[in-house]
Each structure stands twice: as C-alpha cells, then as structure tokens.
C-alpha cells in the first residue's frame, strides 16, 4: 500500500461511534463526548452533522512556524534541529493562564482561511529543508485524525515528527499515534486530580496513561510542567509529580517552566526562580537525572551526564553547542545518555 492510500485509510479512521438518536460519542480524547444532532463536542471543533462527526475546521492553520526544538521545549531530541511548527484551532482544556488563548480559545472564520492538505505541509517541510515537523501551539488531539494522516505521509518521505499535547488522548489515542511519532513532549499539568478536573476540565488519569502508553512505546518523550502560583505550586503535589517522573524512569526529562500572568489569571505574579528551584531539588532527590527549569532569564539549562557530570549540550540564550564526538555517549565516560542524537 503506498504512503497516501495508508494516510487516507488513517484519515478515515472513524475516532466517533453512532449512538442512539442520530447522536455520536467522540472517541479523539478521553473526554469522549456524547454530541447530539446539530451540536459540537467540548472542544467546538467537532461537529454532529446527520448523526455523523464532521471536523469542519479541520486543516485550517493558526501558525506555521521554523522554530527550533528547544521552544517545544525537547531538549534531548536532535539539539539544535529546526522544526516545522504547525498550529490548529481549539483546545479540550480551559487553562484560565493559557498563552495561546487565541487560538485554544477561539475557532477561525473560515471565509477567511484556506484549508491546507496534509500533504501540502509534507511538501513545504521538505522543500524549505526541515528534517522534522511538528504539532504545536494549539491541543492536536482535537484532530487527531489530520495530524495521523499528516505524520504518516512525513514518516513516508523521511521526516521526524512531534507531537506538542497535553496528554488528553489518553493511552489508546497515545498507541494510534505511536506508529508515526518521533518525540512527544507532555504538558502536566498539575497532580491533583480534583483540581485539575475543576480549573482545567482534565483528566490526570488520562494524562499519565498517556505518558506511560508513548514511554512504553519507545516514543521519546519529555515533560513539562507550568508552574503557577496558587494552582501546581504546593511543594506536596510538585514532589509526588516528581516521584511518578522518577517512577516511570529516572532518565525522564523534566522541564519546569515559570508562569507569567495572562488571560483570566492576573491574580498572582511571575512564578519566584525560588519555588522553581526548590521543584528541581524535588526532582534531584526523587532521582530524576535530567530537570531543567523554562522561561528563567540567565538560568543555564545545559545537560550534563548524570554520571560524571561532564557537559554533554550547551544552550544559552538561544544558542545551542553539542560538545565534540558527543553522539549518544559520554565522551568523558562512555555512559550512554538518554534522548535521540545526531
Ligand atoms: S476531541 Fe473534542 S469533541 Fe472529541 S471528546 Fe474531546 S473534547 Fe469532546
């Protein structure tokens, strides 16, 4: 079967089943809406039409961006790559914080759009030279479908392929996607259940299935989590996040990235450096080898091998140096440091 016939059976993969009354249940995320006749799932981008789900936004483009790999942020994933960053419309959670509001919050006038193709965004990555494309931005799992369809068809032509989520497809969306995902970066979130449930209309169970499901298969993967006063930031909670981390594995990357005000949470400041840096002593004790702290003026977010502590990356402000023969292992002592290199 060629690369399209299999893409467009992926793109028919029906994530919906028929319920009774012409209704449907969207299966894309663990959500898993029952949609009347006429109505939309949580997230506004999926449709009944005539007791079929239609995804009338589907292929419209928020962003279309080269951006490097550290910004999604994956920091053991061929440093220093450039990625084509696609971004879509919508999103299944409600993050009062949310930074891409416009875009997660809002759906496109389609007048004023046009629809773009899967293979379309194949093509350009490889004409402007990208080795790797991305979903990013926006929550992808709301068209799963199109972002399947989009990865098989890079695997095809040789691309890598990211995934930017926040883990709400759960593990049997995380295993339809593993078969063409290169690298995946998970947003969690927090490690309340209950509050995650009531301030952002998430499923933690569904989040670290899906951590666990792209872990296991093989798909690299690193974490991230937004610190925001008032909401993840109780030292409790940020260690038990940093023991499950450690538990799924201590070569689990970690990001800890600062909060700044936006949306409709303006009740707290900037996350301090000091309650992120007391996170990474959590991490360090729970015997994670890799946590770096985001969006820290001046902070240095090298990585080091865990056992001898010799500088394998450099990043500063922007700039990425891979020190020299590193392809994987120590130079130093030969120990094989987690990730994906070149
Ligand atoms: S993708 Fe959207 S419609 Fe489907 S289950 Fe999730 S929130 Fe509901």
Redesign the pocket.
């Known amino acids: 079967m060629s690369a399209e016939s299999h893409a467009d059976l992926l793109m028919a993969t029906p994530f919906w089943i028929p319920e009774a009354d012409l209704g449907v249940r969207?299966?894309?995320?663990s959500?898993?809406?029952r949609?009347s006749e006429g109505q939309?799932?949580?997230?506004r981008?999926?449709v009944n039409k005539e007791g079929r789900l239609q995804r009338p936004y589907e292929g419209f483009l928020s962003a279309l961006a080269d951006d490097p790999i550290e910004k999604k942020p994956l920091y053991h994933f061929f440093p220093g790559s450039r990625v084509l960053s696609i971004g879509g419309w919508g999103c299944?959670f409600t993050c009062p914080w949310c930074q891409n509001h416009p875009i997660s919050q809002n759906l496109p006038r389609q007048r004023e759009q046009r629809s773009t193709s899967p293979k379309e965004l194949v093509n350009q990555a490889l004409e402007e030279g990208f080795q790797c494309l991305a979903f990013t931005y926006n929550e992808p799992?709301?068209a799963i479908e199109f972002v399947l369809q989009t990865f098989c068809l890079a695997k095809s032509e040789g691309l890598r392929t990211v995934l930017v989520t926040n883990g709400?497809m759960g593990a049997r969306g995380a295993r339809a996607l593993a078969p063409y995902l290169d690298a995946v970066n998970v947003d969690l979130k927090g490690f309340n259940a209950e509050k995650l449930r009531q301030v952002v209309q998430g499923d933690l169970g569904a989040v670290l299935a899906s951590i666990e499901t792209f872990r296991s298969e093989e798909i690299w993967t690193e974490v991230t989590t937004l610190v925001v006063p008032g909401f993840n930031d109780d030292a409790q909670e940020l260690r038990q996040t940093a023991d499950w981390l450690a538990g799924i594995g201590r070569s689990t990357v970690w990001h800890l990235t600062a909060f700044h005000p936006d949306y409709h949470y303006q009740k707290f400041g900037p996350t301090p450096v000091s309650t992120l840096e007391q996170a990474r002593e959590h991490g360090r004790e729970a015997g994670l080898h890799f946590v770096y702290l985001g969006n820290v003026p001046g902070e240095s977010s090298n990585t080091a091998c865990p056992k001898c502590g010799f500088t394998l990356v450099e990043r500063d402000e922007g700039r990425v140096r891979i020190t020299e023969n590193f392809h994987g292992l120590c130079p130093a002592c030969q120990n094989r440091a987690a990730g994906r290199w070149a």
């Open positions: 969207c299966l894309a995320c959500r898993e809406c949609i939309t799932g949580f997230c981008t999926r299944n799992t709301v709400s």
